[in-house]
């Protein structure tokens, strides 16, 4: 038979609670004052809990993705700005409401994003842009 929880304990869930959805409330970035050393943070973009934060690397460039459909014989090939590359086994692609996107689906299609290879040269993790996004990013480079 189970106890009832005490309400210490209550308290105790309650409060991690909510301290783990403190992150998904706030975006904030941190700058340096170079003359001072001090670190001083910021609130730059206040989102709704639990809301999903897309973050995309940098240094991840920018191609059109085709994924060819897998057969029974062949496994399934990403093609980027039509260099043939693996897949690996880990692969994740994010929409553009960062939500995981099942590869199989987007076989066939023709999709505009950044990218990510593994060690082995293998598409490990794809997120699919915007036409917005597009622009800005031709803008930038």
């Known amino acids: 038979m189970l106890k009832p929880l005490s309400?210490?304990?209550?308290?105790?869930?309650a409060a991690?609670?909510?301290?783990s959805a403190v992150p998904a409330m706030a975006q904030t970035a941190q700058t340096t004052a170079q003359?001072?050393?001090?670190?001083?943070?910021?609130?730059t973009n206040l989102?709704?809990?639990?809301?999903?934060?897309?973050?995309?690397?940098?240094?991840?460039p920018m191609a059109r993705l085709e994924?060819?459909?897998?057969?029974?014989?062949?496994?399934?090939?990403?093609?980027?700005d039509g260099k043939a590359h693996g897949v690996a086994p880990g692969l994740r692609?994010?929409?553009?409401?960062?939500?995981?996107?099942?590869?199989?689906?987007?076989?066939?299609?023709t999709l505009n994003v950044r990218y990510k290879l593994d060690l082995y040269g293998q598409?490990?993790?794809?997120?699919?842009?915007?036409?917005?996004?597009?622009?800005?990013?031709k803008a930038a480079h």
């Open 16 to 19: 991690l609670l909510l301290l």
């Open 7 to 13: 309400r210490s304990s209550h308290i105790a869930c």
């Open 47 to 60: 989102t709704v809990a639990g809301a999903p934060v897309r973050v995309i690397p940098a240094d991840a």
């Open 67 to 80: 994924l060819a459909r897998p057969t029974a014989t062949d496994p399934l090939q990403a093609k980027l």
């Open 93 to 109: 692609i994010f929409s553009a409401d960062t939500v995981l996107v099942n590869p199989n689906a987007a076989a066939g299609k």
């Open 123 to 137: 598409l490990l993790t794809a997120w699919v842009l915007t036409d917005a996004e597009v622009k800005a990013w």
């Open 35 to 43: 003359s001072t050393g001090q670190v001083t943070t910021q609130v």
